[in-house]
């Protein structure tokens, strides 16, 4: 057995990964067999050769893998209390769209600042979920209130939109300022770019994605009134 360790600019196992099974598969093996890449676990047959990914990798692995199914039964805790709160099964599906939103920011977020996705970047991204959620519940409640009969549907988003835009930028600012402290933290450094971008870019696009699935899904096919719907809902 041969046994290496990574070492370089990146600290995440996945950026040598990726680099090396770009050089495994530029290589000419000639009569030799193409090694095989296994990511996690003992190999089956150690009569060929593998590449066998341990070590950091396998707590990355151990790691991501617990925080997804954690972040999974959260989205379904979220789900389940908006369902009871607004008795409404797809309701819950417009709230909970901003949450993909956030990646945006994220990826733009490293990107920017070059620096690898860790554990500590996902912690982020689990904890956006919450404050996300919150901002598309402030415009959906407005909207449900506001929402009567007489009034178009387009009137009733354009004021919610116009309404609740300063709380929801206010919220996302706190966060915000509070992710800027640790910003060039060596070890919490992806946790303030998930925050810091995520919030940036799903705040942007919330108060424009939750409008236009609302018009989706309940659109009443009535034009906006000449006003702009300013009628009356302080």
Not at 195 to 203: R, V
Request: hydrophobic share 55%.
């Amino acid at each position: 057995m041969v046994t290496a360790e990574l070492a370089g600019q990146f600290e995440a196992p996945i950026y040598g990964i990726l680099a090396i099974g770009d050089a495994i598969d530029a290589h000419d093996w000639g009569d030799l067999p193409r090694p095989r890449v296994r990511l996690n676990g003992q190999p089956d047959d150690e009569t060929t050769a593998t590449i066998l990914w341990d070590g950091e990798w396998e707590i990355t692995w151990v790691t991501f893998r617990d925080m997804g199914a954690a972040f999974g039964v959260a989205l379904l805790g979220i789900y389940v209390l908006v369902v009871a709160q607004f008795r409404d099964f797809r309701l819950p599906l417009v709230i909970l769209t901003p949450i993909p939103l956030t990646l945006i920011g994220i990826v733009i977020g490293h990107m920017l600042f070059g620096a690898p996705f860790t554990a500590t970047s996902m912690i982020g991204f689990i904890a956006l979920a919450g404050i996300i959620v919150r901002n598309s519940i402030l415009l959906v409640d407005f909207i449900g209130h506001a929402r009567t009969p007489e009034r178009p549907l387009r009137d009733v988003l354009l004021e919610a939109g116009a309404i609740r835009f300063k709380p929801i930028l206010l919220t996302a600012l706190a966060a915000m300022i509070g992710a800027g402290v640790i910003l060039f933290d060596p070890i919490f450094q992806g946790l303030a770019i998930s925050l810091l971008f995520g919030l940036m870019s799903s705040t942007l696009l919330t108060v424009l994605v939750i409008p236009a699935i609302y018009v989706a899904l309940k659109d009443d096919g009535r034009a906006m009134s000449d006003d702009g719907g300013s009628g009356g809902h302080g």
